[in-house]
């Protein structure tokens, strides 16, 4: 089964939390910021998220997040420092820095 895949502006950090948001509820999964290479139209039913690597060891590349995994790595974000907390965007949300803090 699979998932339909939505480009999103990165620039727009906002409509990339809208997306997030969407897509870790089951809509479709998000590839933050302008694609390098052609975008196929869906990925696997558990992918929420792709990112482009930055290509610094050859040819960039696509990572495919599943939505349990960015949701575990937010959970453990909060665990480890005991609470929510509050975050500050410093990184673009095309970075998987960037976008990990729009996850939390």
Avoid: F
Wanted: net charge neutral.
């Amino acid at each position: 089964m699979s998932r339909p895949l939505a480009v999103v502006p990165a620039e727009d950090p906002a409509e990339v939390l809208i997306a997030l948001r969407a897509a870790l509820a089951g809509g479709p999964a998000v590839l933050p910021g302008a694609p390098t290479q052609p975008v196929q139209e869906a990925v696997e039913q558990r992918v929420a998220l792709v990112i482009e690597t930055s290509g610094s060891t050859g040819r960039p590349k696509r990572v495919a997040l599943a939505a349990d995994a960015l949701l575990a790595g937010a959970a453990a974000s909060e665990s480890a420092l005991g609470g929510p907390g509050q975050w500050l965007l410093a990184l673009p949300a095309h970075y998987i820095a960037g976008v990990n803090v729009l996850v939390r």
